[in-house]
């Protein structure tokens, strides 16, 4: 493939931009051109040739904006290959074993065909915004349970799966 790709995200506190910016790299690495916006701030799909959605996990939900960015764009979706990744468990879980997507994203995987789902660790430091963050943090429950190399092994997927076509 020789299109772009967007790799499009939901957060809070910017963790799950973070991982996002880790898809893309990898993607850009396999020779591919991408593109990395806000999910609230893409106005169309119609440019890119394939889409990575990323959202946080909150409540045992996708970010707001990642679930209205699917909704809103779900016809071009449905005609292009899309993935999927969440971000969330704030323990070590997500390296453990494979977390499956929360109700709600596997509705959406399964109305517009995505070809994969990911739920890699989250991410809560000092300073995140929310009460809710505020109490995980004062109870001690904050921290990076990100895995990078899990996070661009599962990229490195997506840009081969992309390059066979």
């Given amino acids: 493939m020789t299109g772009t790709v967007l790799v499009t995200y939901g957060t809070t506190n910017g963790s799950t931009a973070e991982i996002a910016e ?3 790299g990898v993607l850009r690495e396999g020779g591919l051109t991408v ?3 806000p999910a609230r701030s893409v106005t169309s799909v119609a440019p890119y040739d394939a889409v990575v959605v990323g959202g946080g996990l909150y409540a045992g939900r996708w970010h707001k904006d990642a679930r209205r960015f699917v909704r ?14 969440s971000s969330g468990p704030l323990d070590p879980s997500a390296s453990e074993r494979d977390i499956p997507p929360v109700r709600g994203v596997q509705q959406a995987m399964t109305r ?19 009460w809710v ?8 429950k904050g921290g990076d349970f990100r895995d990078f190399g899990a996070i661009e092994a599962w990229a490195k997927g997506v840009a081969d799966a992309l390059a066979q076509g």
Avoid at 72 to 85: E, G, I, K, N, Y
Avoid at 121 to 127: E, F, P, Q, T, V
Avoid at 133 to 140: E, K, P, T
């Fill in 72 to 85: 809103r764009h779900r016809v071009l979706l449905a005609q292009r290959p899309v993935w999927f990744f």
């Fill in 35 to 37: 593109q990395v916006l």
């Fill in 112 to 130: 517009l065909d995505v070809r994969d789902h990911v739920t890699f660790g989250g991410c809560l430091r000092d300073g995140a915004k929310g």
């Fill in 133 to 140: 963050a505020g109490m995980i943090l004062r109870s001690g």
């Fill in 22 to 24: 880790s898809v893309a």
